[in-house]
């Protein structure tokens, strides 16, 4: 794990976040939609915080996919549920919104869990994976040696 | 009855979401190192290869699917059960279904961490 990988998991739970809280805010404004008038969803995205929730939201599924094609589901999983703290010490700090104590322990459980997991290995090396991986190494050092001599 | 619809809406959500999640992960293995990929080949190198893997196109198939079951749920149920419940039985899923189909190494640590999370997110959303 580097500083990189660090910052893309971090993109992972704020764009997760703004991205949902733009959409709520901005279907808000658009007001309920029918599900006679499924049509009227089109018109939802020319709402300005609707089409920067979505721009956001492409953001996370940007950095998630980054994040899954060097590191388990089972370890990013947890990384996606800090949004939810961060979600709520937003509503507690900046909005002043009141927290119940249920709701400080839901904070406290994943943060706990995220912190578990962020202990261990990002990737399970499957023996298959190693051996291939092995016999590129081995491949190239061949090639190397033979480009020495 | 209505319970019924909402806890089958539930199930269909939790169901899609992990076939989606684990679907997208083995994709995204399979196309390797994203930044690694894009300083080696190129952004479009990167872009070509995940959209032409077919686990990526079922990943949003699902993930879609998962999206629609989600509005069908909140038009049946409340978004103060829904959400919860669909999140935190998502979290436990995806461990289950990383171990069995991703051959991943679920070990204690990681048991501990999902039922945590699971656990914070019903308390959090609910």
């Not at chain 1, 899954?68 to 909005?95: C, E, K, Q």
Request: net charge positive; aromatic share 10%; hydrophobic share 55%.
């Amino acid at each position: 794990m580097n500083f990189r990988k660090y910052l893309v998991l971090a993109g992972v739970t704020v764009f997760a976040v703004a991205g949902d809280a733009m959409l709520s805010h901005g279907m808000k404004q658009v007001g309920g939609i029918s599900l006679h008038h499924l049509q009227s969803v089109i018109f939802a995205v020319l709402n300005p915080w609707v089409a920067l929730g979505i721009f956001f939201l492409l953001g996370f599924f940007y950095t998630y996919t980054n994040a899954l094609s060097w590191a388990d589901l089972t370890y990013v999983m947890p990384a996606t549920a800090l949004g939810y703290v961060l979600l709520a010490l937003v509503a507690r700090f900046v909005l002043h919104e009141h927290i119940s104590p249920l709701r400080w322990i839901g904070i406290v459980l994943i943060t706990s869990g995220v912190g578990f997991v962020a202990g261990g290995p990002a990737l399970t090396e499957h023996p298959l994976a190693e051996a291939g991986k092995m016999a590129e190494k081995a491949r190239a050092d061949t090639i190397g040696n033979e480009v020495g001599v | 009855m209505k319970h019924v619809y909402t806890w089958g809406a539930i199930l269909a959500i939790v169901v899609a979401s992990v076939v989606g999640d684990v679907l997208l992960s083995r994709a995204m293995k399979q196309v390797g190192d994203v930044g690694a990929l894009r300083r080696r080949a190129g952004l479009w190198t990167v872009i070509g290869r995940t959209l032409s893997n077919p686990n990526f196109l079922l990943a949003v198939t699902s993930m879609a699917a998962a999206f629609f079951s989600l509005l069908f749920a909140l038009s049946w149920g409340d978004v103060s059960l829904v959400a919860p419940a669909a999140a935190s039985l998502t979290f436990i899923g995806n461990a289950i279904a990383a171990k069995i189909f991703l051959h991943e190494r679920v070990d204690r640590r990681r048991w501990i961490a999902a039922s945590l999370v699971a656990a914070g997110v019903a308390l959090l959303a609910g």
